[in-house]
């Protein structure tokens, strides 16, 4: 009899940028995933929520087609979408609450000290209750065929100073940092759940600066991380950062050539 064991497992590639500088889905994305791996009842609301609003633009669209307006059958979708949305709204705050401080304190290490960073839920439903968010974009709704108002609308802002968005204001190597902290912030969330140290692949670390790498090697080489693989494309700086924090390591060189 063969016993399978899931083994929890965080990347760092170089499309973790996307969630600094792409759009508001793929932060909402990246957040409710890691609450949805814990929290089944939040992912069933979220499916829940998703379907609802799906039909509710399919009933706005054939209201704006056919330009027969019928409130009374939108108001049985929003009676639905209305404790939903603020199930979600709640877990997601106390989400971020939760992991914010360690997402803090990662960077820290990783900068060195040398900036403060934030991200801060941003929702609707902090301005105003639902009902009147939904009344308030009605006629929006009716006109673009689609929901204008609602936690599917909700991001989550990257800050680095004090008010400044690091997707304008900060550098490479600060985004990388950022991106690498929420990752670091996310094996500690999924250790916190489990009890089981997922396996972490840092890549493509040679887009930090000297002394940002360093910073992470020498995080990644303490005892509270289990199995680290790290890529660069400098092997004898790698090596000399690993011996200088006296982390036991083994260097795998390897080299592809193009097949004909």
Do not use: W
Not at 154 to 179: C, N
Not at 188 to 214: E, G, H, M, N
Not at 216 to 227: P, T, V
């Amino acid at each position: 009899m063969t016993i399978s064991v899931a083994i929890p497992l965080i990347m760092v590639s170089p499309y973790d940028n996307d969630i600094i500088n792409g759009g508001s889905e793929l932060r909402r994305k990246f957040f409710d995933v890691i609450i949805s791996q814990f929290d089944k009842e939040y992912l069933y609301q979220l499916i829940s929520y998703q379907k609802l609003i799906m039909q509710r633009n399919a009933v706005l669209k054939q209201c704006n087609e056919t330009r027969n307006y019928d409130m009374s059958l939108i108001q049985i979708f929003d009676n639905q979408l209305i404790p939903l949305g603020y199930s979600i709204f709640e877990k997601r705050k106390a989400f971020i609450a939760e992991i914010l401080p360690i997402f803090k304190n990662y960077y820290s290490q990783l900068s060195g000290n040398q900036e403060e960073v934030d991200i801060v839920y941003e929702s609707g439903l902090e301005k105003c209750s639902f009902e009147e968010g939904l009344k308030s974009t009605s006629q929006v709704d009716f006109r673009l065929g689609f929901t204008n108002f609602g936690v599917h609308k909700d991001d989550y802002l990257f800050y680095i100073g004090s008010d400044k968005p690091i997707k304008r204001f900060g550098s490479q190597g600060q985004q990388k940092s950022f991106s690498l902290a929420l990752k670091l912030s996310q094996f500690d969330y999924i250790f916190s759940k489990t009890k089981r140290k997922p396996i972490l692949l840092l890549d493509d670390i040679d887009k930090l600066d000297p002394k940002r790498i360093a910073h992470l090697l020498d995080l990644a080489g303490q005892k509270f991380f289990g199995q680290v693989f790290i890529s660069d494309t400098d092997k004898n700086r790698l090596h000399q950062i690993l011996n200088e924090y006296h982390i036991e390591h083994t260097l795998y060189d390897i080299n592809t050539q193009k097949m004909i």
